[in-house]
């Protein structure tokens, strides 16, 4: 989202809150994994909670073991610290055991960055994590589509969004030097476009058409469309897309095309195609780079 500054003459992009990023990376490090004392502390909690001491004259003191209401409330603290972090960033309200918790959430970036966040640590994940955690990881990021997507009701503001996205994108490597900020944001713009795409309503030949643009927002469009809704239809439009453009674009037709193998069976022609670009296109084989990551697995899945 943008908003225009009368003194400048510019347009200002809405920032993504730093305290907003390290709730994410933090959200992300604790799946299956909750910090120790805290654990430790409501574990105390759940054990005194019950245990029932009585004492009368004749038996002495008696003890028995019997779970109670308190039981519960205090086994369920146990996931309070993720469960309010969910809420200070999708918003709502939550009601349970006398205690209330309430947020109005972020801005629609932070939201989109946040899935596509999400949906880049299940990736990435794929082979060092468990599938209970990357499904946890996976749950949030469909939290945070679900709510982005629900402050934009109609198909028809949906894909007027879209198009403003696109926009936005050129504005964002105009005006923003780079840097993780402006990073944040274009992810930001890919993420909010790939959770509003699935319900926007778009044609094959409105998808080609961005594929195909010499605008490089609409190309942006296009590709984040295409890690939403992978299709082999539209693999001679993304193929050039990644021997050429900025990095950014690269990566993402990288990442588009890298769905499209996992989700579709191309042919002996395409998958000549395809693994003659990845060999002998310079640009995207730099060691240590998201690029070559991809790049690398791609091959692997040819």
């Given at each position: 989202?943008?908003t225009?500054?009368?003194?400048s003459?510019?347009?200002?992009?809405r920032?993504?809150?730093?305290?907003?990023?390290?709730?994410?990376?933090n959200?992300?490090?604790r799946?299956?994994?909750h910090t120790l004392?805290?654990v430790?502390a409501?574990?105390?909690?759940v054990l005194?909670?019950a245990i029932?001491?009585?004492?009368d004259?004749?038996?002495?003191?008696s003890?028995s073991?019997q779970?109670?209401?308190a039981t519960t409330?205090?086994?369920?603290?146990?996931?309070l610290?993720i469960?309010?972090?969910?809420?200070s960033?999708?918003?709502?309200?939550?009601k349970a055991?006398g205690?209330e918790?309430?947020?109005?959430?972020?801005?629609?970036e932070?939201?989109?960055w946040a899935?596509?966040k999400s949906?880049?640590?299940?990736?990435?994940?794929?082979?060092?994590?468990?599938?209970?955690?990357?499904?946890?990881?996976?749950?949030y990021?469909q939290?945070?589509?679900q709510?982005?997507?629900?402050?934009?009701?109609?198909?028809?503001?949906?894909?007027k969004?879209?198009e403003?996205?696109?926009?936005?994108?050129?504005?964002v490597?105009?005006?923003?030097?780079?840097g993780?900020?402006?990073s944040?944001?274009?992810?930001?713009i890919v993420?909010q476009?790939?959770?509003?795409?699935?319900?926007a309503?778009?044609s094959?030949s409105e998808i080609?058409?961005?594929?195909e643009?010499?605008d490089?927002?609409?190309?942006i469009?296009g590709?984040?469309i295409m890690e939403?809704?992978?299709s082999?239809?539209y693999?001679?439009?993304i193929?050039?897309?990644i021997q050429?453009?900025?990095?950014f674009?690269?990566?993402?037709?990288?990442?588009?095309?890298l769905?499209?193998?996992?989700?579709s069976n191309l042919?002996q022609?395409?998958?000549?195609?395809?693994?003659?670009?990845l060999e002998?296109t310079s640009?995207?084989?730099?060691?240590k780079?998201?690029?070559?990551?991809i790049r690398?697995?791609?091959?692997?899945?040819l």
């Amino acid at each position: 989202m943008t908003t225009n500054d009368p003194r400048s003459g510019t347009t200002q992009q809405r920032s993504i809150p730093p305290e907003f990023v390290e709730i994410l990376k933090n959200l992300f490090n604790r799946i299956g994994n909750h910090t120790l004392p805290w654990v430790l502390a409501s574990g105390l909690l759940v054990l005194f909670s019950a245990i029932n001491v009585t004492w009368d004259g004749k038996s002495g003191l008696s003890v028995s073991f019997q779970p109670t209401g308190a039981t519960t409330i205090f086994f369920a603290l146990v996931w309070l610290p993720i469960v309010i972090q969910i809420y200070s960033i999708v918003g709502g309200s939550f009601k349970a055991a006398g205690f209330e918790l309430s947020s109005q959430g972020v801005s629609q970036e932070s939201l989109g960055w946040a899935f596509q966040k999400s949906e880049e640590v299940v990736d990435k994940a794929s082979e060092t994590t468990s599938p209970q955690d990357r499904a946890t990881v996976a749950q949030y990021g469909q939290e945070f589509a679900q709510a982005l997507v629900s402050r934009i009701p109609s198909q028809a503001e949906r894909r007027k969004t879209v198009e403003d996205l696109g926009k936005q994108y050129k504005r964002v490597r105009e005006q923003m030097s780079p840097g993780e900020e402006r990073s944040n944001q274009m992810e930001s713009i890919v993420g909010q476009i790939r959770a509003l795409a699935p319900q926007a309503g778009f044609s094959s030949s409105e998808i080609k058409k961005y594929l195909e643009s010499s605008d490089e927002g609409e190309r942006i469009v296009g590709l984040s469309i295409m890690e939403a809704l992978p299709s082999a239809d539209y693999f001679e439009q993304i193929l050039p897309l990644i021997q050429s453009g900025k990095p950014f674009q690269q990566y993402h037709a990288l990442l588009a095309m890298l769905k499209i193998v996992q989700s579709s069976n191309l042919d002996q022609k395409q998958k000549e195609q395809l693994q003659s670009i990845l060999e002998n296109t310079s640009s995207i084989k730099k060691p240590k780079t998201d690029r070559d990551t991809i790049r690398v697995r791609l091959l692997s899945a040819l």
